[in-house]
């Protein structure tokens, strides 16, 4: 009889189960983990955008270096502003003669490698597809393929989370006149970008240089 008792008393603790208590700490430990994996979770996937959405203004600055390089070392005629004020003045005799601005410049326009940079019927040259980038005084980089004449018609580059300080970028541009004027350099323009990239409250620096050599050889 003590034996059969024993047993059965046995078995009632073997299935007795967990108490109220253990499942809520069971349940509530739970919840805890859950919480702190899915708030890690969330803040990976912030971070995570974060970057991807400063790699792609990282890239819109880069192209638009990329872009001014490349167009600017395949044309030729550079012609340099010291100031935006001058562009929508400018002539088109003072757009045929080029110009140097070693202090450097606002803004620069150049003829582009396929223009017409030719005398039709004696009539002055039309300077009215020329390509013109400027810094504008807000911290806007901007670009017109039509000629520096009315600034309405030139296209923003740059993002407006990005920041170009004018006072601190500038184009400079060395040896652009002719062997006329006894210049024999070949032209050189340096471009010059200084300034700040604003994402969600996050300001970050940014300093860009790069130089480069007018292809068509004019010394």
């Not at 601005?101 to 300077?127: L, M, R, S, V, W």
């Not at 989370?161 to 070949?186: M, N, R």
């Amino acid at each position: 009889t003590r034996l059969v008792m024993t047993l059965q008393n046995k078995n009632k603790k073997i299935n007795r189960g967990f108490t109220i208590i253990e499942t809520m700490v069971a349940v509530s430990l739970f919840v805890v983990i859950t919480t702190v994996g899915m708030g890690a979770l969330l803040n990976g996937h912030l971070l995570y955008q974060k970057s991807q959405d400063m790699r792609s203004l990282v890239d819109n600055l880069n192209f638009v270096m990329e872009d001014m390089s490349r167009n600017m070392k395949t044309g030729y005629n550079y012609r340099c502003f010291i100031s935006i004020a001058e562009i929508p003045s400018a002539t088109s005799s003072d757009m045929s003669t080029p110009k140097s601005c070693p202090d450097g410049g606002q803004a620069i326009a150049f003829e582009y490698a396929y223009g017409d940079n030719t005398t039709k019927d004696g009539d002055p040259i039309d300077h009215d597809d020329q390509w013109v980038y400027y810094i504008s005084n807000e911290g806007k980089i901007f670009k017109a393929t039509n000629g520096p004449y009315a600034l309405s018609s030139f296209t923003q580059l740059t993002s407006d989370e990005i920041f170009v300080d004018p006072d601190l970028s500038s184009f400079e541009v060395y040896g652009a006149e002719s062997t006329a004027k006894s210049d024999f350099k070949q032209p050189f323009v340096t471009i010059r970008l200084v300034g700040t990239i604003t994402y969600r409250d996050v300001v970050s620096p940014f300093s860009l240089q790069t130089s480069l050599s007018q292809r068509l050889v004019d010394i």
